[in-house]
Nanobody, 115 residues
Framework: QVQVVESGGGLVQPGGSLRLSCSAS????????MAWHRQAPGKQRELVGM???????ITADFAKGRFIISGDNAKNTIYLQMSTLKPEDTAVYYC?????????WGQGTQVTVSS
């Protein structure tokens, strides 16, 4: 069993920055990767980006240039550094950990971009 916990969400003004963290614990010795998704009100959940166990980083097109995803395999942790935030970035940000054919999700952390 794998437990996934996100942290770092909150309220930020447009143009501001925020850093999210996500840690996996439990049976994590052979994770394939970890990923960030987000779900805005009334919209489908979408991939923000992911880090594979081998260290490859995949970033969604909308996130390139403003969001940076990084990982620390030793800590089973990934990060999402967001900058130049816009109101349309308001969403619940979810992290997941991929282990074989199983995916484990965190509870999500709310990010609200508003003045």
């Amino acid at each position: 069993q794998v437990q996934v916990v996100e942290s770092g969400g909150g309220l930020v003004q447009p143009g501001g920055s925020l850093r999210l963290s996500c840690s996996a614990s439990g049976s994590v010795s052979r994770l394939n990767g970890m990923a960030w998704h987000r779900q805005a009100p009334g919209k489908q959940r979408e991939l923000v980006g992911m880090v594979t166990y081998g260290g490859r980083v995949i970033t969604a097109d909308f996130a390139k240039g403003r969001f940076i995803i990084s990982g620390d395999n030793a800590k089973n942790t990934i990060y999402l550094q967001m900058s130049t935030l816009k109101p349309e970035d308001t969403a619940v940000y979810y992290c997941n950990a991929i282990l074989g054919t199983s995916t484990y999700w965190g509870q999500g952390t709310q990010v609200t971009v508003s003045s």
